[in-house]
């Protein structure tokens, strides 16, 4: 609405009306460099160093003129459109690196990575789930060159008595090849199949020969019955140190097993080896039986402590006359009872047990458990 005019009172207002409209107005020009400058995004960190760079270039760009105005609003605006977040450019990144040549792989190495590439990437959380997909798809790719290499190794014979030892040291002469750079792998995987290829079997691991073998071993002889039937694992399918293993701290048991078995094969010997099988399972399980009665029996262990000392005390209705008392792997000797007072340092850790022995065993037949003392 214009405002009146007619008296002199009524032209003042309408004269600093006009003055005040005139010094408001905004320019076209004005009011886009204000809508580019305030579409500015607030948080650098989430682009890219170089497009934000781009974008604080734009802004300071002169606006003194409308030209230069002009001139402001298009680069700001540019640079609002090419700004690239991190996120983007990580999956970018991410897409770039992948391998140019499938046929290099595995196929189940390289369908791994397809599936990870046709994920969707429609919002933040997307491409993150994607790039990560991706890199982790990249680094489990198998080239078909290690797969032939690991394929080669995998079907290297377990058993090496089976074969002669002139082949065997073929086969591991292959297997100690360098496999640094791809045609390391190549040379070293052919190698290997070409010596698994050349492995000639003994003649001696005949299953007829084997039970010759048997029949014919002298216990008594220089070859322990043990290292003698190891050799021959294989065809018996019998690990006499497997079975030692169960019980490693009584490994004589195990020589005891193998030597016995001697003792128990008929007069006309063995009629096959299914026949020395059986009487190795009858002895394996008198050995289990006997040694696991041997196992020691687990006592209790008191004790008292003064600043330098403990006093340890247990209970020997027993009558043992060997106990070892062992104070952070130091062992201290004494003939029965059942009280020790050993001197010790302030301000240590020590970890205490004890064994007890009738006279002349070598194992314990009792031990305690182990306690930890500080003083």
């Avoid at 009306?17 to 107005?25: N, Q, Y």
């Avoid at 065997?168 to 100690?176: G, K, P, S, T």
């Avoid at 000797?333 to 340092?345: A, E, F, H, M, V």
């Amino acid at each position: 609405m214009e405002l009146p005019e007619e008296t002199d009172v009524e032209k003042i207002v309408k004269t600093e009306a006009i003055l005040d409209a005139i010094s408001g107005l905004v320019t076209v020009i004005d009011q886009n460099l204000w809508e580019a400058i305030n579409s500015v995004p607030l948080d650098s960190g989430l682009y890219t160093d170089e497009t934000w760079f781009n974008l604080m270039a734009a802004l300071d760009l002169p606006e003194d003129t409308d030209e230069e105005k002009v001139v402001k609003i298009e680069s700001v605006l540019n640079a609002i459109s090419g700004l690239v977040t991190l996120i983007d450019q990580n999956l970018w990144e991410a897409i770039n690196s992948v391998p140019l040549d499938s046929g290099l792989y595995t196929d189940e190495s390289w369908f791994n990575l397809v599936v990870a590439l046709d994920l969707p990437e429609g919002t933040d959380e997307d491409k993150v789930v994607k790039t990560e997909s991706i890199l982790n798809a990249i680094s489990e790719l198998v080239t078909l060159i290690d797969q032939n290499l690991m394929d080669a190794k995998n079907n290297v014979p377990w058993d090496s008595g089976v074969y002669t030892e002139e082949s065997w040291f073929n086969l591991l002469a292959a297997l100690n090849l360098p496999e640094e750079t791809d045609g390391e792998k190549v040379a070293k995987a052919e190698a290997i199949w070409v010596a698994i290829s050349n492995l000639i079997e003994r003649e001696s691991m005949n299953p007829e020969m084997v039970l010759a073998a048997l029949n014919d071993f002298d216990p008594e002889g220089s070859e322990e019955p043990i290292e003698f039937l190891t050799s021959y694992s294989y065809i018996l399918g019998i690990d006499f140190y497997a079975v030692d293993d169960e019980y490693e701290e009584f490994y004589p048991f195990a020589e005891w097993l193998a030597y016995n078995l001697f003792y128990l094969r008929p007069e006309e010997g063995f009629s096959s080896i299914d026949e020395f099988k059986e009487t190795f399972d009858i002895l394996l399980q008198e050995m289990i039986g006997y040694v696991e009665g041997l196992l020691p029996d687990v006592k209790e262990l008191s004790y008292t402590t003064t600043n330098t000392s403990i006093i340890l005390t247990w209970d020997n209705e027993e009558g043992y006359e060997d106990i070892r008392v062992f104070v952070n792997g130091e062992e201290y000797y004494i003939n029965g009872g059942s009280t020790i007072t050993i001197g010790l340092d302030a301000g240590n850790v020590y970890e205490i047990y004890v064994e007890f022995r009738y006279s002349g065993y070598d194992w314990p037949q009792a031990v305690t458990e182990t306690i930890i003392v500080e003083l």
